[in-house]
């Protein structure tokens, strides 16, 4: 079969037509998802808040606890993921409402990672139920409640 | 109610602290804050305070908290005024 003839060309612009037409179907309509790594990228956040009597070398609480005693320092720590710069804050509260104490780390994190605040006190701490709030970039990420006896 | 017959408690003598085994924005050591006057932008700030206009965007990713609108500051809101020198980091929108 020859192009000169009417039947191969009307074929021939058919197929011409559909391949044209398939091309436009693959350079139009939904753009590829972007799979750059900002796309990919956790935005910083916080992954767990834990109260205890001590840290280790990594910033972490070595054992739990919401029980101090009046000569106790207090710790707190605070696992993030994810990259990006923000406030983190430490807001500590007596049960009378009094602030204990407020800390601010600014962090800039490319990755997991752990901050710790933490409260001393000279003379031993008032019996009672304290309270610590944790923020970061002034929005409420987690707090704990604990005694002193 | 608060029992009015027992002494307020005592906190004056609070140390408190912090540590991160995430890096520092290395601008944060030399920051200063600045309070807003009327009539201010982030790019006149950046102008008087940075030396350069166009370092805007440093003051407002130290202070994202605080400003909602680059466009729109208020007199009176107190900002953290990063050092001219330095990398501020950029975050992954």
Known sequence: ?149 | MADIRKPRADFSDVTGGSSSTAPTPEWVATSQTYTVAKGDSLSKIARRLLGDASLWPRIYEANRSIIKNPDLIHPGQVLTIPAATGTPHTENI
């Open chain 1, 1 to 149: 079969m020859t192009l000169s003839s009417p039947r191969a060309m009307l074929v021939a612009l058919v197929l011409a037509a559909s391949l044209t037409g398939a091309c436009k179907k693959k350079d139009s309509g939904t753009p590829a998802a972007d799979s750059s790594p900002a796309a990919n990228t956790v935005v910083l956040q916080v992954q767990s808040v834990d109260l205890g009597r001590a840290i280790g070398a990594d910033h972490r609480v070595t054992a739990t606890s919401d029980d101090f005693t009046s000569r106790d320092t207090v710790y707190v720590s605070v696992a993030s993921i994810g990259s990006g710069t923000g406030l983190m804050t430490a807001h500590w509260t007596f049960e009378d409402g009094q602030v204990v104490e407020h800390s601010e780390q600014r962090v800039s994190p490319t990755g997991p990672a752990v901050t710790e605040f933490h409260i001393a006190k000279a003379t031993p701490w008032p019996v009672g139920r304290y309270r610590v709030v944790i923020a970061l970039d002034g929005r409420e990420v987690g707090n704990k409640e604990f005694e002193v006896k």
